[in-house]
């Protein structure tokens, strides 16, 4: 049977390549190590080889100009019981200038037939707080976190007749489409 492709000779390639990989690999781990020895390569430096069923491999830390301690790292850590220690009341807190950014909400525009619709994720906002503000030919959104400008595609709108609604921090704009009335010309 015949077959289109040679998985052997495909895969040959892929374990003759994982092989050479692994040379470099351990040439370039040599290299570091001897220049750690010989004082090349300045700095609190320690390695650590790995060679466990399953995991073989190394750690190197250090530092580059610097006598401080190196902090332990152990990579089975996760892996053996331990005493759990108390997490900190908000551990991704925010700092108050941070928290206070205006940020750029995320939006969709889509021009339909007679109207042009806008979608502005707001989260966190209460709509007592956003303002929209129109001009010739753009949009702006302003909440108390979120503020964004966005051009119209076109500039036959009706801004007059804009609706807005928002729920669930979700702000949805519909500016009808003005109707250009056809023009005649005189026989």
Request: glycine content about 6%; cysteine-free.
């Amino acid at each position: 049977m015949n077959s289109f492709f040679d998985f052997n000779d495909l895969f040959g390639d892929f374990d003759e390549f994982g092989k050479r990989f692994m040379e470099r690999i351990q040439k370039e781990i040599d290299e570091t190590e001897k220049a750690i020895k010989s004082g090349e390569l300045r700095g609190n430096w320690d390695i650590k080889r790995i060679d466990e069923p399953g995991v073989k491999g190394y750690i190197i830390q250090g530092r580059f100009w610097t006598n401080e301690p190196l902090e332990t790292f152990d990579p089975f850590e996760p892996l053996r019981p331990r005493t759990r220690k108390p997490l900190p009341e908000r551990p991704l807190k925010l700092s108050e200038k941070d928290s206070m950014e205006i940020r750029e909400p995320l939006t969709d525009l889509f021009e339909e037939e007679n109207t042009i619709r806008i979608f502005a994720e707001l989260p966190g906002e209460e709509e007592k707080d956003i303002k929209l503000d129109f001009t010739k030919d753009k949009i702006e959104i302003k909440g108390k976190k979120f503020q964004k400008t966005i051009d119209f595609p076109t500039e036959n709108i009706d801004k007059d007749k804009a609706t807005s609604k928002y729920k669930n921090g979700v702000l949805e704009v519909t500016i009808p489409k003005k109707r250009r009335e056809p023009k005649y010309h005189k026989l």
